[in-house]
Structures are given as C-alpha cells and as structure tokens.
C-alpha cells in the first residue's frame, strides 16, 4: 500500500490506474435552498465536503441554471429538500427552440455560477479535486420545451433541422462555459446525460441527436485531468461510450446496467459509483451502505475505483450512511 497521500495525489492516482493508499470517495446531494446564490452554494459546497472529508467534490448547482439563461422562469426555492417550481418556459415551439443563440459567458446566470467556482475553491484550497456539473444539451432542450422528453422525440421525425440548430446553440454556450470552468480552477466536467439508452432514444437518433453535440462539449477539454462521464438511466448503451474523452464514468447499479466487474471489461476508464442513488440512499441502513462499499472494493483490485453513488443521493440523506461510506473505505465498521 502506497504511503499516506494528499486528496489531490489520491484522486488522480486512482483515475490513473495507480496505486493509492485507499480509494477516493465522495457523494453528492442537492440542498435546494442554498444554490440561490454564489455564496450559499459555496458555503453550503464546502460544509458538506468538511462534515464528511470527502476526496473529491461534484458541486451541486441548482439544475434550472442551464434553462434560465434562455428565459426558463422559475420559483426559487426556500426548503432544502424541495427544487425550484417551473413557471415558464422559454421556448413555446421547435421552431423557437431552432432560433436560439448562444448565450455569453458575461450572462448573469453564468456569471454566477463562475463566481460560485472561485468561492468554491478559495474556501477548499488547491488540495480538493472539483468538478461541475454540465447537462448534455439534449436535456437542456427538452427542459426548454413544453412537452419535455416527447417535444423532442416528436421533433426528431418532424422537425430535425431546428432541433439540431437548438443544440448547436445549446451546446456552442456549454462548450465555451466548460472551457472557463477549467480556467477558474476546476478539475474537470461531470457531463451528464440521459439520452444514453433505448428508453430514451435509439443508436441512430443518438449518433444524430447527441453524440455530435456531447463531443463538441467534451473534445476542447479533454486534457482536463478530472473529466467524469455520467450515464443516468436504466439499459444504458455503455459500451457505446469507451470512445467518449473522460476519466472517469459513473453510472447506477442494476435495473440493465452493467456492474462494476462487468464494467471493468467495458471501458479503460476509472469507475465512480457502487453505492445507491436516490431514492434508495436515504431508506439504507448504515451496515447496508458499507456493505455495498465494500462489494464495490471486493468487484476491482482497488485501482482505477472511486466510490461514490450511481447519481446524487436524497436531500436529507441520514449522517450516518455518509460517515459509513467513509468509514468503510478507510476499513472501519459503521458506527452502531
């Protein structure tokens, strides 16, 4: 076993397929009345990855930031447990959606999010690998569009050329947005999709609809050493993305989806996950959680592994199914 390592040192060593002195571990959860402003995601970001000394952190901006730049409207929201309400939005039709533009980096809503990075990382120092989040532009759309999931599925037959002049947009903003994430002292993307299997699409619309679109995001920061792939869904089509620039990918457990050990056959690319998402996290039981730390420790030779959940966790997830996972990791049993 390697010598005691910083965070940094060991985050990227077991991205690396090096070998650590334990394996990195992380969660993440949406605390909904504190991402209404730089300052509160920032000091609710570095409370939590304090109260737990979590390796590596995937800061939790509010999801309706991607959509509000466009003129998504929303109620904000006071309770921690309870996301913003959609009010509006911005685009009534495929056709609006195909006149959009990209939006600058000096909009309001981005420059928030930028501020919300440098709070991020001068109240967690250099040491503390981050990563944020980017929503691939398929769903960005759909969030655009009344209708959602099946605006898009209808636009794909009836009215593909807007579709894709929306997600050139989309994605030209998001592209340009990650880029200066990476500048402001980010480690790395956690790029998250949906579209990644037959529920949500087929292998044809995805290689028309989505992959060019993922790639123009991804390609320009490839050489980000933190990049993590997040594929959200049930049957995803995994190995279809071995090719996707990222260091690591991260995806839920069961339900058609590959598991670690299957998924070590799939991909050359570090793993994150191994615990449950919600809404399964918040109903386990402290001994249950270690005990999936554990199976993913015993599924991998302790290289090229992270743990963490399969997505984010339950806002107001118990304490002590955090401090289980951690202290499984470390080799304890959790705490009675």
């Not at 809503?109 to 981050?130: M, N, S, T």
């Not at 209708?147 to 050329?161: K, Q, S």
């Amino acid at each position: 076993m390697s010598a005691q390592m910083t965070k940094r040192e060991r985050v990227l060593a077991a991205v690396g397929g090096r070998e650590v002195d334990r394996v990195p571990v992380s969660f993440w959860v949406h605390n909904f009345a504190r991402e209404n402003s730089a300052e509160d995601l920032a000091d609710e970001t570095a409370r939590f990855v304090q109260a737990y000394d979590w390796d590596f952190v995937k800061v939790q901006s509010r999801a309706s930031y991607f959509t509000e730049g466009w003129g998504n409207q929303y109620t904000r929201s006071t309770s921690p447990t309870v996301g913003p309400i959609l009010t509006g939005h911005a685009c009534a039709t495929v056709a609006e959606l195909g006149r959009l533009k990209p939006l600058s980096l000096d909009h309001p809503v981005l420059l928030e999010q930028q501020q919300a990075l440098r709070l991020v990382r001068a109240q967690l120092g250099p040491d503390v690998p981050i990563i944020w989040t980017i929503f691939c532009p398929l769903t960005i759309a759909a969030a655009l569009l009344p209708g959602g999931a099946e605006a898009i599925h209808a636009a794909m037959d009836a009215e593909p050329a807007a579709l894709l002049s929306g997600l050139e947009a989309i994605a030209s903003t998001y592209a340009a947005l990650s880029r200066r994430y990476l500048d402001l002292g980010a480690d790395g993307i956690f790029y998250a999709s949906k579209w990644v299997g037959p529920r949500m699409l087929t292998r044809d619309e995805h290689a028309r609809f989505a992959r060019p679109f993922d790639l123009k995001i991804l390609e320009p920061i490839k050489g980000a050493p933190f990049n993590v792939l997040h594929l959200c869904g049930e049957e995803i089509f995994f190995a279809d993305f071995r090719d996707y620039p990222a260091a690591a990918v991260n995806w839920a457990l069961g339900n058609g989806n590959p598991s670690l050990a299957q998924a070590r056959g799939l991909t050359d690319r570090a793993l994150l996950g191994g615990v449950s998402a919600k809404p399964e996290f918040a109903e386990l039981t402290p001994e249950q959680v270690a005990g999936q730390v554990r199976s993913a420790l015993a599924a991998d030779d302790g290289r090229h592994l992270l743990i963490g959940p399969g997505c984010s966790v339950n806002p107001g997830s118990p304490p002590a199914n955090y401090r289980a996972a951690v202290d499984a990791v470390r080799g304890a049993s959790p705490a009675a």
